[in-house]
């Protein structure tokens, strides 16, 4: 059964644009276009689509409130399709936290040199948002709680720590997450519910370089505790939390005074940057029953690695549970490798980090 793609974009040439990248694609079949929303409910009335590819902003109705009309009255898959602005930025994560399964850059009007990583990105979105779980994709709040290419491993920027931190090593109460597809709404769900003093919390979330600083921006007005896209050396602070920069990796490191994040440059590994591995297997070289590993929702196995060595180091590990995943990939994987002590509900998560100690 091919995926049938519904294209809903106020300009011609980006709709024939992107009706010619998927109807060359196996397995997906652009099954119509529409100009705005309110032509597209016409045909979605007589002929509902696998997945909707959507623009952000459009006529008579932008593509905001159409995302929020789908997710209350028939969730269904939406990729939305925006431009790497700031004020797109800024819409493309409110599209996130509302339940679009992911987002994908515009073809550039400079379509010979854009159009094979645009076409690559788009593909590889559709096929992602076919499969999601939209039971997961737009999870219910959470109650606050009170306060009480050759694919890289993690060895291309930090080499691997066997077994337990060395007696005598400097350890930190921390918790490290890493998220990927359906992450942006399961990240919000969870830290909205935290209380202002929590213990320091490292996050890396797949998401573009333009994304993220938008991404913290509206979790910090959103949330008690301090959010913020980290800096290089930023240091680690109770209430607060730190997202690793798209385009670039983060690493737990120790300093004179405690600890604080490095943020740099790198390869891609386990095919992103930043990578969830890159930051567990940081925490992992000072690893202790001190930090909480936490890997939540997402396609394919960043992350799986670097938990279970997290794990061999002592560090308490949970993977969200499948029925509240969008995508439940990087969990599985690291529960196949046997890095997860526990599996729990998105519900649950809050509660588990306030509970450790």
Known sequence: MSIRVLIVDDSALVRKVLSDILKDAAGIEVMGTAQDPIFAQSKMESDWPDVVLLDVEMPRMDGITFLKKIMRERPTPVVMCSTLTEAGSKTSVQALSI???????????????????????????????????????????????????????????????????????????????????????????????????????????????????????????????????????????????????????????????GASVQVKDGPLVSRHKPSVDVLFRSVSKYGSDKVLGIIMTGMGDDGAKGMKEMHDAGVKTIAQDQATCVVYGMPQVAVQLGGVDLQAPLRRIPELIMAHK
């Open 99 to 257: 339940g679009a399964i992911d987002v994908v850059a515009k073809p550039k009007a400079d379509l010979k040199t854009s159009l094979p990583e645009a076409s690559h990105d788009l593909i590889a979105a559709i096929r992602v948002a076919a499969k999601a779980n939209m039971a997961g994709a737009k999870p219910k709040p959470i109650t606050p709680l009170r306060a009480t290419e050759k694919k890289l491993t993690a060895d291309a920027m930090l080499s691997k720590t066997a077994g337990r931190a060395r007696p005598g090593t400097k350890t930190w109460p921390l918790v490290a997450i890493g998220a990927s597809t359906g992450g942006t709404q399961a990240l919000e769900a969870v830290l909205t519910a935290l209380p202002a003093h929590t213990l320091p919390i490292l996050i890396v979330q797949h998401m573009p370089e333009a994304f993220t600083g938008a991404f913290a921006d509206r979790l910090n007005k959103l949330c008690k505790v301090q959010v913020k896209e980290a800096q290089d050396n930023d240091a680690l602070l109770p209430g607060r939390v730190l997202i690793a920069p798209g385009g670039k990796h983060m690493m737990l490191q120790a300093t004179q005074f």
